[in-house]
């Protein structure tokens, strides 16, 4: 696996090595020797799994409050999407500021997002399908969410908007005066 720093401090895409022959290839998702090099060693308590049918969908921006905040690790599996984090540490130098990666299942390219962000996505094909490895359980009273159009982060989707779900959309503006993040 080969691991490269996203601007966002410890994210991280991870590029599989990929070992191909005759019937097929080969890769490696996950080695606790290699993420420990990085001092990452948390534990993976929940995996799931996405099924996104139109091109254009937004899921997104997702968190969950302390103490139920949640490293990431996302693979997509069939399709391709723009997968997007906000920085919403209340220390952090980049608070509120994003980055997006394009996961594809041609490039098996992941996602590490450490614990302090919002996470969503936009599909960039029809039936995109996303692989989510958890350090925490879903806590429901825990859950929260950032506005995908919130001008206070300025995201720029790469697509037109064609599905989201209520609840997405009905995220509430960042007040700056009184979010002080995770």
């Not at 989510?132 to 697509?159: R, T």
Request: charged share 25%.
């Amino acid at each position: 696996m080969t691991f490269t720093e996203l601007p966002l401090r410890g994210a991280f895409t991870i590029d599989l090595n990929v070992f191909s022959d005759d019937r097929g290839w080969f890769a490696r998702t996950y080695c606790k020797e290699e993420f420990s090099k990085l001092n990452i060693e948390q534990e993976w308590v929940q995996m799931n799994h996405s099924f996104t049918k139109h091109k254009g969908t937004i899921r997104g921006m997702h968190f969950q409050f302390p103490p139920y905040s949640e490293v990431k690790m996302i693979r997509c599996i069939s399709g391709m999407v723009y997968d997007i984090i906000v920085d919403i540490r209340k220390d952090s130098l980049t608070f509120l500021q994003y980055t997006g990666v394009e996961l594809s299942s041609a490039d098996r390219r992941m996602i590490y997002i450490p614990q302090g962000f919002a996470h969503g996505f936009q599909a960039l094909s029809d039936n995109a399908e996303l692989i989510y490895h958890h350090s925490q359980l879903y806590a429901p009273k825990a859950e929260g969410g950032l506005l995908y159009n919130d001008p206070a982060i300025g995201i720029e989707w790469p697509s037109t908007v064609t599905e989201m779900s209520e609840r997405d959309k009905n995220h509430p503006l960042i007040n700056l005066e009184t979010f002080k993040g995770i």
